[in-house]
């Protein structure tokens, strides 16, 4: 079975937004072991620049990485994939890897050094969205790229 890592930056607040977060999880655990890592926000201060903020996040997730594994963040100057190219994508990191990790950073998006340590980037679009909503939108696309590459019906 497919093993991967989701890591984001806080907790789901919105409850229309966690029931679809949790909804996709159970969804995708037919097909994945699944962990979820929720690192903690650097509450933004006067005395706290964005950049510092970035980087002490940028610590707490690269804890939750190990050397081994295959690292997707998400970042709006990454590549945008179909669904069909995000599951062939996908399929091959499963070949080669023993885990797949996604990162999602908070609003004040990730640390260069979580990008450096990412193998890829990944956009969902030329849109941007909250990070909470995202989440979604990445567990849906996850979703559907395990039905298309187990040939089943959801993606048509």
Known sequence: MARMKIIVVGRTK???LLQGQNFYLDRLRHYATIE???????PMKKKTR???AKDQEGISILRHISDRDYVLAL???GKMYDS???????EKIFMEQDRLVFVIGGIIGLSEDVLKRAQATLSLSRFTFTHEMARIFLLEQVYRAFTIMHGEKYHK
Do not use: H, K, T
């Open 50 to 52: 964005g950049q510092s």
């Open 84 to 90: 069909p190219g995000m599951a062939s994508c996908m």
């Open 14 to 16: 919105l409850p229309f």
């Open 75 to 77: 970042d709006q100057r």
């Open 36 to 42: 979820w890592a929720e690192v903690r926000p650097v």
